[in-house]
């Protein structure tokens, strides 16, 4: 038995249950490892770490939401294993089909779960180079030109009272982590802060583009951000 879910890029979601599923983090979370890839039930636990029941549960929400399509089920001994996929590429969640009393209670509430998801690794991280909290500490660093860097960091393994430039280079070292976080000013041209907001998303898209297999690498959680002070 196949159905195949609608070719469409971006579906709308109007309906109030719908829409709080893709704004709810936690609700979210369930929904992301089957957009637009066909997956089981039990993958998608193992991925997340949860119970198949806890997935299944929502899996069931999803496929009464409109938001999961049945693609495929393989017969077995008892119960098919089915396989899901979700109904769009994409979907629009408006505005007036939320409970947000603003746009920033909207963006904020989204952000929650990628907020978290990013703590959690940079946290993980760091632990794996230094586990004791003594070894980390604030770096707030300036010239002439005002603040120009600060950031929580662990001080290198080898020595504890490298700045934050001796940080950077050893961190870009090849035996160093893969991870960067940092928040600074940076004053630019508007021609220029264009030109910067053009990189950061045509550095995304070249990434993008290796469309590297679940086998053949790791998952990294990326966070780019440029916006006016």
């Known amino acids: 038995m196949t159905r195949t879910p609608s070719p469409s890029v971006w579906k709308r979601l109007d309906e109030p249950e719908a829409a709080r599923a893709l704004v709810d983090p936690t609700v979210r979370m369930y929904l992301t490892p089957f957009v637009w890839r066909e997956r089981r039930v039990s993958d998608v636990a193992r991925e997340l770490g949860v119970t198949t029941n806890a997935v299944l549960y929502r899996v069931r929400q999803f496929l009464r939401l409109g938001l999961l399509d049945i ?4 017969p077995r001994a008892g119960r098919a294993v089915r396989w899901y996929r979700s109904t769009s ?10 409970d947000a009393g603003t746009v920033e209670e909207l963006y904020e509430t989204t952000l929650d779960g990628a907020r978290s998801a990013l703590m959690q690794s940079l946290t993980r991280a760091w632990r794996d180079l230094a586990d004791d909290p003594r070894w980390f500490g604030l770096y707030t660093y300036g010239d002439e030109r005002g603040l120009l860097s600060h950031v929580v960091l662990p001080a290198p393994p080898e020595d504890p009272r490298s700045a934050p430039g001796a940080f950077g280079a050893w961190l870009m070292g090849p035996d160093a982590p893969v991870l960067w976080d940092n928040t600074y000013p940076l004053r630019l041209r508007r021609e220029d802060a264009k030109a910067f907001q053009r990189d ?12 590297v297999n679940e086998d053949e690498g790791d998952l990294y959680v990326v966070r780019t951000t440029i916006a006016p002070v």
Request: net charge positive; glycine share 4%.
């Open 71 to 74: 693609t495929r089920e393989e």
């Open 200 to 211: 950061l998303y045509e550095l995304k898209r070249r990434y993008d583009h290796l469309k």
């Open 89 to 98: 590429r994409g979907f629009f969640v408006p505005f007036s089909a939320t």
